[in-house]
Nanobody, 125 residues
């Protein structure tokens, strides 16, 4: 599956952004979807994941209560709504697809088989 992320940008602390990731090429509903982020000093960190049907979600500790992942299988798109943004949220955000036959979600980046190109999010203080 091919993934195209969009929606990044520059925002002030406390603001909001919504990232989108459009999928093509394979059956979107066969994949759990995840968002990860990479800063210059860190590995690729887990942000959020959502199951194939959208009923199960998981979040990294640093974004719980502020970010919401959702998906629209009819539009082959996964979203990441980011509220109450902080300067430490500044990173390149990647969407990823995890082919699975279960309703589970996973937070390990190595288990995701397809990745989008990344979109930059910059939060100013």
């Amino acid at each position: 599956v091919q993934l195209q992320a969009s929606g990044g940008g520059l925002v002030q602390a406390g603001g909001s952004l919504r990232l989108s990731c459009a999928a093509s090429g394979r059956t979107f509903s066969d994949y759990a979807m995840g968002w990860f982020r990479r800063t210059p000093r860190k590995e690729r960190d887990f942000v959020a994941a959502i199951s194939r049907g959208g009923t199960v979600t998981d979040y990294g500790d640093s974004v719980k209560g502020r970010f919401t992942i959702s998906r629209d299988n009819a539009k082959n798109t996964v979203y990441l709504q980011m509220n109450s943004l902080k300067p430490e949220d500044t990173a390149v955000y990647y969407c990823a697809a995890d082919y699975t036959v279960t309703g589970a979600v996973r937070s390990t980046s190595a288990l995701y088989e397809s990745w989008g190109q990344g979109t930059q999010v910059t939060v100013s203080s």
